[in-house]
């Protein structure tokens, strides 16, 4: 491969995990596996709510206060 071709793989991977980490929060952490038929407006609010909350879980290093440990509280 010429160093143009890695730049753009390495460009187009860097693109990829940022959309799949939120997927990966919501699979893992939260067991949204399968979805049980509940009616297509009810697990859609549940895919949104979870999906925001996954962006929430992402970035929470950067919301809480510097030193912040919850096991302080």
Known sequence: ????QRAVNRRR??????GEHPFHVVKR?????KVRYRGLAK???R????FGL???????????????DPCLT
């Not at 491969?1 to 143009?4: A, F, G, L, S, V």
């Not at 952490?29 to 596996?33: D, H, N, R, S």
């Not at 996954?54 to 912040?68: D, E, M, Q, S, T």
């Open 1 to 4: 491969m010429t160093q143009r």
């Open 13 to 18: 991977s860097q693109t990829r995990a940022r």
């Open 29 to 33: 952490l939260w067991g949204f596996m």
């Open 43 to 45: 697990n859609t609010a």
């Open 47 to 50: 895919a949104f709510t979870l």
């Open 54 to 68: 996954a962006n929430l879980y992402l970035v929470r290093r950067y919301l809480l206060p510097p030193g912040w």
